[in-house]
């Protein structure tokens, strides 16, 4: 059956800009939902120092939550050969902290769409780049997966492998039993395409999943969100909420899942309305997991 992990989307900048509420207290908030695990991010913490990670560690250990899974958005794509060089060496130091939690998957990106970066340069960048760092994460027996991802929340530009050709194009030429995909449907439908689409052609490459739902503004459609993209983190025109009551078909994706026999890492990415809707998400997973794996 699949693990339940939990991504305070709601509380991105909170933890990594403003710096209004520590990594212990989003440990103590999360301990209230009902996961096994916390997915984490590189700007929740204030320094790699073993001493600090310590405590990190233990505090969750305290209440009983593991950090299974590691969402880390590198930049391989960006134009300049010595800001990809930094980009890799920030990669290493943090699988080095994802090995000292134990973690067991750290998401893997192609970078953002720089404009004067072609589609064949990207690829051959992100290539390259995914060849240094896999030899890393085989060392400290750590899955790297590639998300179908839309935009981090701090940068500029959309993801480069957001459209589904360039992202298969890339993940169709890692072999490696350390490599594998971590699928977000939301990210496909604001890609434009089918998210269940997607799933089929990458459902024996899932390795762990990210679960939310996403909505659309009334009056916004999908091209406005790509005519405003060019500013920082997403876009004002969506809106998450409450797992299984927005766009997703999660009784297909889960049962396509339990058919190639995944039963890996799911993080939620809600919150955005506050804790009352993030433990409904986790309410919805769990019956799900138990009407798909529990049999």
Request: charge should be negative.
């Amino acid at each position: 059956m699949p693990k339940l992990a939990a991504f305070p989307k709601c509380y991105m900048d909170e933890l990594c800009e403003t710096r209004t509420m520590t990594i212990f207290e989003w440990i103590d908030l999360a301990s209230g939902l009902g996961v096994d695990g916390l997915e984490m991010y590189p700007g929740f913490f204030l320094n790699y120092r073993r001493s600090y990670l310590l405590s990190v560690k233990a505090a969750m250990a305290e209440k009983g939550l593991s950090a299974p899974m590691f969402c880390v958005s590198p930049d391989f794509t960006h134009p300049e050969a010595a800001v990809r060089r930094q980009e890799i060496e920030k990669y290493r130091k943090i699988l080095d902290v994802v090995a000292f939690f134990g973690g067991e998957t750290c998401r893997i990106l192609s970078g953002q769409a720089h404009k004067q970066v072609s589609r064949e340069e990207g690829v051959a960048h992100v290539l390259e780049c995914f060849q240094e760092v896999l030899h890393d994460a085989a060392a400290r027996k750590i899955t790297l997966v590639m998300e179908n991802h839309y935009k981090d929340n701090f940068w500029i530009y959309p993801e480069f492998a957001q459209p589904h050709d360039i992202f298969l194009e890339i993940v169709d030429q890692i072999d490696s039993p350390w490599f594998g995909v971590n699928y977000d449907p939301s990210n496909a439908i604001l890609a434009g395409e089918d998210p269940l689409e997607l799933l089929d052609a990458v459902k024996d490459k899932v390795v762990s999943m990210h679960a939310s739902d996403r909505y659309l503004l009334p009056g916004a459609t999908l091209d406005d969100i790509k005519k405003r993209d060019g500013s920082k983190g997403y876009s004002d025109l969506l809106a998450h909420g409450v797992i299984g009551r927005g766009m997703n078909d999660y009784d297909t994706i889960f049962r396509t899942l339990h058919d190639v026999g995944f039963d890996g890492w799911v993080s939620i990415e809600d919150g955005m309305n506050g804790m009352d809707e993030l433990k409904e998400s986790v309410r919805f997973l769990r019956a799900k997991f138990d009407q798909y794996w529990g049999a």
